[in-house]
């Protein structure tokens, strides 16, 4: 048994999810071998540690069956801390990194009508009063609901070097392809193309500097989601559900999808959570609370919940977002703690 014999063995033990192995993804950091016992040290960039404890499963059972004279298989398996992963994103070097960008942050939910867009732009507006330089990327390309829920009708401007040039509503830089088409034009397009739309949006806007830019993805969990994930260089994720178990479902196929992508999960955002009635009774629609043990579940901060207000929808329909038209309502409160708690994941 020697080191390149382990490392061999280690070669066949697959990423779950992936058809790349953990020796390729770069993932084996060091191998010792004493004698008939071996001790392997792998890293990952992910904070899941039930993924962490799946990959040393597969790791024993390979070496047992590679060297059937083996004595012990010692498996440590790092895993880091939110904070970590997204201070060293998975799968992104320091060369791709958006210039002048500190953070990339995806807000995703695994169906639709969970209010991930009224999420992401209230966010930005609450992160943006906290003092901090934010953008907003509208990665749905079928559907753009950016622009109507920031009070945006017009087309960027072009910079000499053919860059596009963000749109500011409310303190938060703006893009979309909704700025760009006709609001009653359908976007017919393909995979290829709006991956490619999205690489020009990112690369080639002219965002200067931010702290945070929000990337507002589609609703869904297809190749098109995963694309996008790989596309940006995210440095971690937000999922938006809402709490009955028929979104939670979804919803954890959207955390399996970020965690396929290598792409950190900064945590949940409850959306929905109840509704307060005029006589000052709280009236759980949906049911409460999923979005919280599913976070509990997996191990992963739960950032708040949003109860059902008519004002917040009203301030996406009107294109002023709730958190910058009432402030200090308390659904704007709501939005202005779950963009506390990410900030605090974040450190």
């Known amino acids: 048994m020697t080191q390149d014999a382990v490392l061999a063995a280690l070669r066949t033990v697959k990423y779950p999810g992936y058809s790349r192995d953990i020796v390729s993804f770069g993932l084996v950091k060091d191998i010792q071998i004493d004698g008939n016992a071996v001790g ?3 890293e990952l960039t992910t904070p899941n540690p039930e993924l962490g404890q799946q990959i040393a499963d597969q790791i024993r059972a390979t ?4 060297f059937p ?8 398996v790092k895993v880091p801390t939110p904070q970590q992963a997204a201070a060293t994103p998975g799968g992104v070097s320091q060369k791709q990194r958006l210039p002048g960008i500190r953070r990339v942050i995806a807000i995703a939910s695994g169906k639709g009508g969970v209010g991930k867009s009224t999420c992401s732009v209230n966010l930005a507006c ?3 009063q906290l003092g901090a330089r934010v953008g907003l990327l509208d990665a749905d390309i079928y559907g753009p609901s950016i622009p109507l829920m920031m009070g945006i009708h017009q087309k960027p401007n072009v910079t000499e070097d053919d ?3 963000p749109i500011d509503s409310h303190g938060v830089k703006l893009m979309s392809i909704g700025f760009l088409i006709d609001p009653e034009q359908a976007v017919i397009w393909r995979g290829p193309m709006i991956q490619k739309t999205i690489q020009q949006f990112v690369n080639q806007v002219a965002w200067g500097e931010l702290d945070y830019l929000l990337v507002d993805l589609p609703p869904g969990t297809g190749d098109a989601q995963l694309s996008l994930c790989q596309t940006v260089p995210l440095d971690g994720g937000v999922v938006v559900t809402t709490p009955q178990e028929a979104s939670l479902g979804v919803v954890r196929k959207g955390i399996t999808m970020f965690e396929k992508v290598q792409v950190p999960l900064l945590g949940i955002v409850e959306n929905m959570s109840y509704f307060t009635a005029p006589d000052g009774s709280r009236v759980e629609l949906f049911g409460h609370g999923g979005g919280r043990a599913e976070a509990t579940r997996k191990n992963i901060p739960f950032l708040g919940e ?3 207000f008519v004002a917040i929808r009203e301030g996406g329909d009107s294109g002023i977002p709730i958190t910058v038209s009432q402030p200090n309502s308390a659904p704007a409160q709501a939005f ?6 990410l900030q605090a994941v974040l450190g």
Do not use: F, G, I
Not at 63 to 66: K, V
Not at 69 to 76: E, I, K, N, R, Y
């Open 126 to 128: 609450a992160l943006q």
């Open 40 to 42: 392997v040290l792998v």
């Open 336 to 341: 202005m703690n779950v963009a506390k708690a």
């Open 306 to 308: 949003v109860p059902l």
């Open 69 to 76: 004279d083996l004595s012990d298989a010692h498996v440590q």
């Open 63 to 66: 070496l047992r069956n590679a």
């Open 163 to 165: 860059h596009l040039m």
